[in-house]
């Protein structure tokens, strides 16, 4: 028999004569491994009390579409890691852009609720456009307007609609040909994955 295997069998024989060394063992494993997740909790408190002050920001608790009332929790974050942009008031707000969930609310990121103006990017100007045929563009939506064939403008935001016209906002130097094109022909939007 091996050294290894004849060692196994004595130590098997003194434990089933004296099964209190066996608890023994597995209370000092036990508490080892208490000691050892306790030290890693405190390690853990210790990290964050090591960040120092922090702030409170707004986190996204639900995915949210460019145009949907803002869902959020307030949450401390360490000043260290929050940006000066960090949303101070979601009160009333809306999303200007898509916001996924757990995700800090910066001040970029939401519109007052005041109609398509709100959703107008800074620089660019919203023009009615009646689309032949209609697109079905939501609010929000990204979009190419083009006209017989050509782009007008590859950068296009839906921000309103009444009736059968759509609100498009498009960078300022192009808004100016929209009409235009729109007078040589039919205007569509087509949508931007």
Same mark, same amino acid.
């Given at each position: 028999?091996?050294?290894?295997?004849?060692?196994?069998?004595?130590?098997?024989?003194i434990l089933?004569?004296?099964?209190?060394i066996?608890?023994?063992l597995a209370?000092?494993?036990?508490?080892?491994?208490?000691?050892?997740?306790?030290?890693?909790?405190d390690a853990?408190d210790d990290?964050r009390d090591?960040?120092g002050?922090?702030?409170?920001?707004?986190?996204?608790?639900?995915?949210h579409?460019?145009g949907d009332?803002?869902?959020?929790d307030?949450?401390?974050?360490p000043?260290a @890691? $929050?940006? /000066?942009?960090?949303?101070?008031?979601?009160?009333?707000? &809306?999303?200007r852009q %898509?916001?996924a969930?757990g995700? +800090?609310?910066?001040?970029?990121?939401?519109?007052?609720?005041?109609?398509?103006q709100?959703m107008t990017?800074p620089?660019?100007?919203?023009?009615?456009?009646?689309?032949?045929?209609a697109?079905?563009?939501?609010?929000g939506?990204?979009v190419? @307007? $083009?006209? /017989?064939?050509?782009?007008v403008?590859a950068d296009g935001? &839906?921000v309103?609609r %009444?009736d059968?016209?759509?609100l +498009?906002?498009?960078?300022?130097?192009?808004?100016?040909s929209?009409?235009?094109a729109?007078d040589a022909?039919?205007?569509t939007?087509?949508?931007v994955?």
């Amino acid at each position: 028999m091996s050294p290894i295997a004849s060692a196994a069998v004595t130590v098997r024989r003194i434990l089933v004569k004296r099964p209190w060394i066996y608890w023994s063992l597995a209370g000092l494993a036990a508490l080892a491994a208490s000691a050892s997740l306790l030290g890693r909790a405190d390690a853990i408190d210790d990290a964050r009390d090591s960040w120092g002050d922090t702030r409170a920001v707004w986190v996204a608790t639900a995915d949210h579409a460019p145009g949907d009332v803002l869902s959020a929790d307030l949450r401390d974050a360490p000043i260290a @890691v $929050v940006a /000066d942009s960090a949303a101070s008031d979601i009160d009333g707000r &809306v999303a200007r852009q %898509h916001i996924a969930a757990g995700e +800090v609310i910066h001040d970029v990121d939401l519109l007052a609720p005041a109609g398509p103006q709100a959703m107008t990017p800074p620089g660019w100007l919203a023009v009615p456009i009646s689309e032949s045929p209609a697109s079905g563009a939501a609010l929000g939506d990204r979009v190419h @307007v $083009v006209s /017989d064939g050509f782009v007008v403008t590859a950068d296009g935001l &839906v921000v309103g609609r %009444h009736d059968d016209v759509t609100l +498009v906002a498009v960078p300022a130097a192009v808004a100016p040909s929209i009409p235009a094109a729109a007078d040589a022909g039919a205007l569509t939007l087509l949508l931007v994955p």
